[in-house]
């Protein structure tokens, strides 16, 4: 048996309990003997996971569900075995349902041709779709699922309480998740998505990558600026809203202006 490492009460996340990295954030949210895991990450991490929860004194058979941030195969590579291993659901919001479903490897980012990446995207049922305004009850606890579209199209957070479970929305350091049309990114949305998590009273981010830390609003407001920006930019393509250049360009075109 193993000392359980609450990082909050009811939650533990598995990378921290573990101490070294295993993949993805995978938090396990209890209440009495009944669990559940957000995310799972590749399918090669499964058996660690499955075997630290056992550890961990959690009855398999309680797993209420596996609940998808989104589809990323970073983050549910290995649903389909862990589905098959703990006997239990997957919820998921209806697009990144979908995408697992038909193991999409674009949407993905199992497959990126250009960069030699070729990943496997095992096909997994989804049981139950979530969407903004769900409430998942888990004894006596409440997890409020937020759709947070940006970063993906079906990108969901999770509140409870103070803690906001929230994927790939934002990171310690102000990064984000990858912009990238191919993924199905939008940036105004991820801009309203970072606002909202901003205007919230949550207290405390619980991120798919990285360190768990306090919602700080000066650094939402820095990273917030910095997608504003993004939406006149070249730099991510069809996912900008205008590129002011080309007005700039067009002008001086039809008034012949030469190099200064
Ligand atoms: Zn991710």
Redesign the pocket.
């Known amino acids: 048996m193993l000392e359980r490492k609450l990082i909050f009460p009811n939650v533990i996340e598995l990378n921290f309990q573990a101490g070294h990295i295993i993949g ?1 954030n995978v938090y396990l949210v209890f209440d009495g003997e009944e669990w559940l895991l957000m995310d799972i990450g590749y399918e090669e991490s499964v058996e660690e996971i499955v075997e630290l929860v056992r550890e961990l004194d959690f009855p398999l058979s309680r797993c209420k569900m596996l609940l998808a941030t ?1 589809a ?1 195969v ?2 549910g590579q290995g649903f389909a075995l862990a589905k098959q291993m703990l006997k239990t659901k997957l919820a998921a919001h209806p697009r990144a349902a979908k995408l697992l479903e038909c193991g999409d490897k674009l949407q993905t980012f199992a497959e990126i041709e250009a960069q030699n990446i070729h990943l496997e995207m095992p096909l997994v049922t989804t049981d139950l779709t979530v969407d903004e305004g769900t409430i998942i009850e888990l004894g006596s606890l409440k997890i409020e699922v937020w759709s947070t579209p940006g ?1 993906a199209d079906s990108q969901l957070a999770f509140r409870m309480g103070k803690l906001l479970f929230s ?2 929305n934002i990171y310690r350091d102000g990064c984000v ?1 990858a912009i990238d049309a191919h993924h199905g990114s939008d940036i105004p949305a991820f801009i309203r998505s970072l606002q909202r998590i901003r205007n919230s009273d949550v207290e405390w981010l619980l991120p ?2 990285g360190p768990i830390f306090r919602k700080d609003n000066a650094m939402l407001d820095k990273t917030i600026a910095r997608l504003e920006s993004y939406l006149h930019m070249a730099d991510f393509g069809t996912c900008a809203i205008d590129w002011p250049l080309m007005d700039q360009w067009e002008e001086e075109i039809a008034s012949g202006k030469l190099p200064q």
Request: proline share 0%; charged share 25%; glycine share 18%.
């Open positions: 993805c989104h990323d970073d983050h970063h994927g790939d998740g798919s990558h």
